[in-house]
């Protein structure tokens, strides 16, 4: 047999590292060449990966939860063709020399230009189902443990002690009984990874929850979504919801609510989105200097519009919100201030104004906040942009966005509008030289031909780099952007 190990591939965008958060195979698994065979996570997007191997799976080496770095051996595929000893690996590729005879250049595992390796990161069907994986402990079937160990030295894991069945399992605890009442789990006595499906891991990590506090009620002690939101409810730590554009359930960095168990402190590991977020935001806010400047605008006719496009049949089939307009008038601005379409490339000591507008959508999402962008948007019509950002917002609510999709921005919209807010100072996404936040619409009594009356008013505010945007130029963009939105049909006249 030849044993071949799979390395974690560079997923590019300069990432050097990844979280395993799913197998989708178990030992034992056949695979073919292109089948999905992990989830990770990344600082920018969730990521399956397929196997550029086909045959069966002779071990996983590594687990759920760990972080990993770019060419560390993550699976071994025995491809059943013999040749004794696994071939040498490329940490860097992920790839064997075998493997570089037999893939052709562009194919999955194969050389593309410029020496990187085609991942193909993301692609294909799902083909199999999410299983859990043996408890560790377990020993694995003895002719696939000797034909490994044949070929490499697995990755050591840690020995969980068996529990002892013959021991009756801790009951479910009364919610509503005393705290020194509830007993503790089986599962974290005997210092056992507790067992439960992925999304119960997520929802217990979103509500600062150890798994192996909750007695599992499910078969074999699997723990539950009921059984986490249960332990909740009856103490442990939960938390507030939250949305946004593209938010699903909330952030997974909402604060916790702390109960009488004790606890004082919650610590959130600091890794994959918001690691990454926390780093460009210090960058920006440190490198360009910001000017923050405020109008209020009456959005009456931006109103009606949204409503009759509601009704119109061109929009039917999709969402139409007053962010559209806003989006559309960004465009529109932007076109007649290219300037503030630009970045500052400290390298060079140039100002690269862009010919295109990339227009990026703050999206609060369950993994963090994430800035996916609509490549080309002032190419769009009206319908295509509505197309392009509910796609984007159905994306990142389902922690799908690819890096490619966060990379190459070159302005923002964030909405804070969403959560009632009527404005703020936002800071810049690296590499931009604007961002505009979209405040709450509320009805308010307004002067109009010097008479007081109820109409729709918003706040926009424009953060922009005073390296490259001097007042001028800021102050003209943000003027624009309030005149398409307080008259609509000035976007005939300016198109």
Same mark, same amino acid.
């Given at each position: ?7 974690l ?6 990432l ?7 197998w ?6 056949t ?9 990770i ?11 550029p191997?086909?045959?069966?799976v ?10 990993v770095?770019?060419?560390t ?8 063709l013999?040749?004794g000893?696994?071939p040498?690996?490329t ?5 064997d ?9 562009g ?11 085609a ?14 994986r043996?408890?560790?402990?377990t020993?694995?079937?003895a002719?696939?443990?000797?034909q ?27 919610v ?16 056992a990874k507790?067992l ?11 509500l600062?929850i150890?798994?192996?506090?909750v ?11 009921a059984d ?11 938390a507030?919801?939250?949305?946004g ?6 952030s997974?960095?909402?604060?916790? #609510?702390?109960?009488? $168990?004790?606890? @004082? !402190?919650? =610590? ?5 989105v918001?690691? *990454?977020? %926390?780093? /460009? ?9 910001h ?10 006719r931006?109103?009606?519009? #949204?409503?009759?496009? $509601?009704?119109d @049949? !061109?929009? =039917?089939?999709v ?5 559209? *307009?806003v %989006?559309k /008038?960004?465009?529109?601005?932007s076109?007649?201030?290219?300037g503030i379409?630009?970045t ?23 993994r963090?906040l994430i800035v ?7 190419q769009?019509?009206?319908r295509?942009?509505?197309?392009a950002m ?5 994306t ?6 690819q890096?490619?999709d ?17 404005t ?11 961002i ?13 031909k010097?008479k ?7 706040q926009?505010?424009v953060?922009?780099d005073?390296?490259?945007v ?13 005149a ?5 049909g ?5 198109g």
């Amino acid at each position: 047999m030849a044993v071949r190990q799979f390395n974690l591939p560079d997923p590019g965008e300069g990432l050097i590292e990844a979280d395993v958060v799913t197998w989708k195979v178990k030992v034992g698994d056949t695979v073919k060449v292109n089948d999905i065979i992990i989830e990770i996570e990344t600082a920018k997007s969730l990521v399956e990966l397929p196997v550029p191997y086909a045959g069966t799976v002779a071990a996983l080496l590594v687990s759920e939860g760990d972080t990993v770095a770019v060419g560390t051996p993550i699976i071994a595929v025995d491809d059943g063709l013999g040749g004794g000893a696994a071939p040498a690996t490329t940490a860097a590729s992920g790839r064997d020399e075998t493997a570089e005879e037999e893939i052709e250049a562009g194919k999955l595992g194969g050389v593309a230009p410029g020496g990187r390796v085609a991942v193909l990161v993301g692609y294909g069907p799902r083909t199999t189902e999410a299983k859990r994986r043996p408890r560790k402990g377990t020993a694995a079937p003895a002719p696939v443990t000797a034909q490994v160990n044949q070929a490499f030295t697995p990755v050591p894991e840690r020995v969980v002690p068996e529990l002892d069945v013959s021991e009756p399992v801790a009951p479910e605890p009364d919610v509503f009984a005393p705290v020194a009442a509830q007993p503790v789990s089986v599962l974290a006595a005997a210092g056992a990874k507790a067992l439960a499906k992925p999304p119960v891991r997520k929802l217990a990590k979103d509500l600062g929850i150890d798994l192996s506090q909750v007695p599992g009620s499910g078969e074999g002690g699997v723990v539950t979504r009921a059984d986490v939101e249960g332990y909740a409810a009856g103490g442990g730590s939960t938390a507030t919801t939250g949305g946004g554009a593209g938010a699903g359930s909330g952030s997974a960095y909402r604060s916790p #609510v702390f109960s009488a $168990r004790g606890e @004082r !402190e919650v =610590r959130i590991p600091i890794k994959g989105v918001r690691k *990454v977020t %926390a780093q /460009a935001m210090v960058g920006s806010a440190f490198t360009a200097p910001h000017v923050t400047e405020f109008i209020t605008v009456d959005v009456t006719r931006t109103m009606k519009l #949204v409503e009759r496009l $509601r009704t119109d @049949r !061109e929009f =039917r089939d999709v969402k139409v919100s007053p962010l559209l *307009v806003v %989006a559309k /008038a960004v465009l529109i601005a932007s076109r007649r201030n290219p300037g503030i379409n630009a970045t500052w490339d400290e390298a060079a000591q140039e100002i690269v104004v862009k010919g295109y507008v990339n227009l990026g959508i703050a999206a609060a999402t369950p993994r963090g906040l994430i800035v996916p962008n609509i490549k080309d948007a002032d190419q769009m019509s009206m319908r295509q942009l509505a197309d392009a950002m509910a796609n984007l917002v159905s994306t990142a609510r389902d922690g799908r966005t690819q890096p490619a999709d966060m990379s190459g921005g070159s302005i923002t919209i964030t909405n804070v509008g969403v959560f009632g807010v009527d404005t703020g100072t936002p800071i810049l996404n690296p590499g931009e030289a604007a961002i505009l936040c979209f405040g709450a619409v509320r009805q308010m009594p307004w002067v109009v031909k010097g008479k007081v009356k109820v109409r729709w008013v918003t706040q926009l505010g424009v953060s922009f780099d005073h390296r490259l945007v001097d007042g001028d130029l800021g102050s003209r963009f943000l003027a624009d952007v309030a005149a398409v939105l307080h008259d609509p049909g000035q976007a005939l006249v300016w198109g």
